[in-house]
C-alpha cells in the first residue's frame, strides 16, 4: 500500500521570514506609535484593544511562572520542534497565551523555537486551522523542524475559555460584554489552564 504524501504546513522561505518573539512586539510597538495595529483593517477601536493587549503581554512577561509539570515535560522532549504561532497584535486572546508559549519555548533549552505570522497575511494558512468555521486565533502549529509537517495543534484558546465565549455568543452578548467576561477569566486563571493543556501537549510530543 502506497504512503501518504504528507506536505509541509509552511515552506521554509515561509518561515524563514515568520516573526522572531521580540521582532512581533517590535512590530506592534511602532505601529501603534503610529496609531495602528497589525492587519489591514485599521479603526481607533482596534488600536485601543491593541495598546491594552501590550500591556498585558509586557505583564504576562514578568509574570508567568511555568508550572513545574511543565518543565518536567520540557525536560522530556528528545527532539527539536518548531512552533508556528498565527497572532495578530489586536487579538486579546493572542495577549493572553503568546507570551505563555513563548515562555514555554524559552524555558525548552533549545528544543522549541517560536515563528510569529500574521493570519491576515496568510488567509491560506489560517484556513487551514479554522476553528468551527472562525478564523480564530491564536494558533499554535507544531511542525518537524526537518520536514516542517505538522506534529500537533493546539487553540485558539483553552477549552474553559471558549465554552465561556461560545455560552456568551448563544446568550446574545455583545463583543464587550463576553470580552470582559473572557478576559477576567483570564485573569482569574492565572494560566494555569493554558500551562496545564500545552503540558499535555508536550507530554504527547514527549
Known amino acids: 500500500m502506497p504512503t501518504a504524501v504528507v506536505s509541509p504546513i509552511v515552506s521554509a522561505e515561509q518561515l524563514a521570514a515568520a516573526y522572531s518573539y521580540p521582532a512581533y512586539r517590535k512590530l506592534i510597538d511602532e505601529l501603534l506609535a ?11 477601536a482596534l488600536t485601543d484593544y491593541t495598546r491594552l493587549n501590550l500591556q498585558r503581554m509586557r505583564r504576562l512577561d514578568k509574570t508567568t511562572h511555568l508550572l513545574p509539570a511543565v518543565q518536567t515535560a520540557l525536560a522530556g522532549l528528545r527532539q527539536r520542534y518548531v512552533w508556528l504561532i498565527i ?18 519555548a524559552q524555558a525548552s533549552g533549545g528544543k522549541i523555537s517560536t515563528h510569529y505570522v500574521l493570519r491576515d497575511e496568510h488567509p491560506a494558512l489560517m484556513d487551514r486551522y479554522l476553528t468551527n468555521g472562525a478564523r480564530a486565533i491564536p494558533k499554535l502549529v507544531v511542525l518537524h523542524p526537518d520536514t516542517l509537517t505538522e506534529v500537533a495543534q493546539w487553540g485558539p484558546r483553552p ?17 464587550e460584554q463576553y470580552a470582559e467576561q473572557v478576559h477576567a477569566w483570564y485573569a482569574h486563571d492565572k494560566t494555569q489552564t493554558t500551562q496545564g493543556e500545552l503540558l499535555a501537549l508536550l507530554q504527547r510530543l514527549a
Not at 497584535?89 to 508559549?101: E, F, N, R, T, Y
Not at 475559555?161 to 455568543?169: E, G, P, R, S, Y
Open 34 to 44: 503610529d496609531g495602528k495595529t497589525t492587519g489591514p483593517e485599521q479603526s481607533e
Open 87 to 104: 497572532t495578530e497584535g489586536w487579538c486579546g486572546d493572542a495577549s493572553q497565551i503568546v507570551p505563555v508559549l513563548e515562555a514555554i
Open 159 to 175: 477549552a474553559p475559555a471558549q465554552k465561556l465565549l461560545l455560552d456568551l455568543k448563544a446568550q446574545g452578548a455583545t463583543h
